[in-house]
């Protein structure tokens, strides 16, 4: 409030960081209910912990079994109706369980609706290579937006991070905070460009021999990488940030040269 009484305008900047500010409360909450969150919130072993924020092994199974099936059946009978067919049906199975048993649906519906909508665009073509055009469209979008917010020198995982252990946006004041965030963004950005530098060329192949490739892809390149890569990056943010989340404030050091991010160069 100004000495007139009128609202005092907001600096270049509070400007510049309420839409990062917006992005990272937003990524933060929706971290708190995925993987990186549930590590953060568990108090038991890492390998438990990593297991329950996988979803346990019924989500291990709910991730990994609807593509199997695909990939099984696709490869010996090539009949791409027979083996999308299966694949929903096993999704669909799971997630009558979930409700059956009133447990927590969202990952079961989220598969669903994921592998029905891959089904259909397949069904719909008459190419069994389409049922993966979705996935290798999110891993675009995904690859593409973190690559984005690298070069905008706003990391995405420095924003998740920064709000979920309570830190807002301070780290980007911190060098080592902020070099940290850029590195850990840019390996999540590798495993998606790695993911479309195997797969897309097995799509556009158009074959049956590289759509059984490219399943088997998917199913490699999936969790077997997603989990390490997860681990790790909790493994630093706990590192900067203490087991209790709480920030390290004995040793910060303000951004300088080409390491500050540019909100704060003079």
């Given amino acids: 409030m100004s000495s007139t009484g009128r609202p005092s305008e907001p600096n270049d900047d509070e400007r510049e960081a309420s839409v990062p500010g917006a992005i990272g409360e937003s990524l933060a909450k929706a971290a708190r ?21 996988l979803g346990g092994v019924r989500g291990l199974l709910e991730t990994i079994l609807p593509g199997l099936v695909f990939l099984i059946l696709f490869t010996f009978t090539t009949n791409v109706p027979l083996s999308l067919g299966a694949s929903v049906l096993v999704a669909v199975v799971f997630t009558a369980v979930r409700i059956i048993g009133k447990t927590p649906v969202t990952q079961a519906i989220a598969g669903l609706i994921g ?6 665009l397949a069904l719909i073509t008459g190419r069994g290579e389409d049922n993966f055009l979705f996935g290798i469209g999110l891993n675009l979008l995904y690859g593409a937006a973190l690559l984005i917010s690298i070069l905008v020198r706003w990391p995405l995982i420095g924003l998740a991070s920064g709000y979920l252990m309570g830190d807002g946006l301070a780290w980007r004041k911190d060098r080592t905070k902020f070099r940290v965030m850029q590195a850990l963004t840019f390996l999540w950005f590798l495993l998606f460009a790695a993911r479309l530098i195997v ?25 077997p990488l997603y989990a390490p890569l997860l681990l790790v990056t909790w493994f630093v943010v706990r590192g900067l940030y203490g087991v209790g989340g709480s920030p390290k404030n004995d040793e910060k050091h303000e951004p300088a040269g080409d390491d500050r991010p540019e909100s704060n160069r003079t």
């Fill in 33 to 53: 209910t995925s993987g990186i969150g549930q590590l953060a919130d568990s108090e038991t072993s890492t390998g438990t912990a990593l297991m329950a924020a």
């Fill in 199 to 223: 797969e897309l060329p097995l799509y556009l192949a158009h074959t049956d021999a590289a759509t059984t490739g490219l399943g088997i892809a998917k199913l490699i390149m999936g969790v």
């Fill in 115 to 120: 592998v029905g909508a891959s089904a259909i």
